[in-house]
């Protein structure tokens, strides 16, 4: 079973395509969390985690709800991570919520896609990010292979600086960069509730027509991403940005 979670289609790209490969069914995290229902994962499948690089380590929310969910216990277990440019010293705190949630961890992989986190970084334009995807397809490949077989993906020793990105600044990354008070709705919003209801965290409400955000955010992008008008803006960082969504 392929499990993902995704705001920007990179993960959810990569989890159909090693679908495709493996021939094994796919579920939505991101779905699984709007709706509040948790998902039923048989015992004896093999689990594939296919999430985005938030601050060199899987999203909180994604942690948050494998450490919630009842039905993950002794199943073998693989995380594919896209992200920017690394994953830092993820690996070590996938081990150690294996280990809590008594899982068989089989490894993980970095799966380089567009950069899509434009609180902070530029996307690219759209001819750009589908040679980065199409770059990523023999890494995908390869993956899959490894899944295919059963065969533990080998990670490379984390260096001190990956150690220190997946530890102290992803520690600090949170409090002080994850929050939703940047984000605001221009005139030309048209209160179609795209926003509302691509949140997966139900942090976005419309109130008169314009979208209002809580204090509940993972900063997975996909409001403002998926605005149909990009009427969506994250203080002055995303202007004259792309509104970046996996184009293939």
Not at 5 to 31: M, P, Q
Not at 149 to 178: M, R, T
Request: overall charge positive; glycine content about 6%; proline content about 5%.
């Amino acid at each position: 079973m392929i499990l993902y979670f995704s705001g920007t289609g990179n993960s959810e790209y990569v989890a159909r395509k090693i679908s495709a490969e493996i021939s094994d069914s796919i579920l939505s995290i991101t779905a699984s969390l709007m709706s509040e229902n948790m998902l039923r994962i048989p015992k004896s499948q093999v689990v594939t985690f296919v999430t985005p690089t938030y601050a060199w380590r899987i999203p909180r929310v994604v942690e948050e709800w494998i450490k919630k969910n009842k039905y993950l216990k002794g199943q073998k277990v693989y995380f594919l991570m896209t992200c920017g440019s690394d994953t830092g010293d993820a690996g070590a705190y996938l081990k150690k919520l294996c280990e809590e949630k008594e899982l068989e961890y089989m490894g993980y992989e970095s799966i380089v896609m567009p950069e899509n986190y434009i609180a902070m970084f530029k996307a690219p334009e759209k001819e750009e990010a589908i040679k980065i995807v199409e770059k990523a397809e023999s890494t995908i490949l390869q993956v899959a292979e490894s899944i295919i077989n059963g065969e533990v993906i080998p990670e490379k020793q984390p260096s001190f600086l990956d150690k220190v990105k997946s530890g102290i600044v992803n520690d600090a990354f949170y409090p002080i960069f994850v929050k939703a008070k940047k984000f605001y709705a221009k005139n030309n919003c048209i209160g179609c509730g795209k926003c509302e209801n691509s949140c997966p965290l139900q942090n976005i409400t419309l109130k008169k027509g314009k979208p209002v955000w809580g204090e509940n955010c993972t900063h997975c992008m996909a409001c403002i991403t998926n605005c149909p008008v990009e009427a969506i803006e994250y203080g002055k960082k995303s202007k004259g940005q792309p509104r970046y969504h996996c184009p293939l």
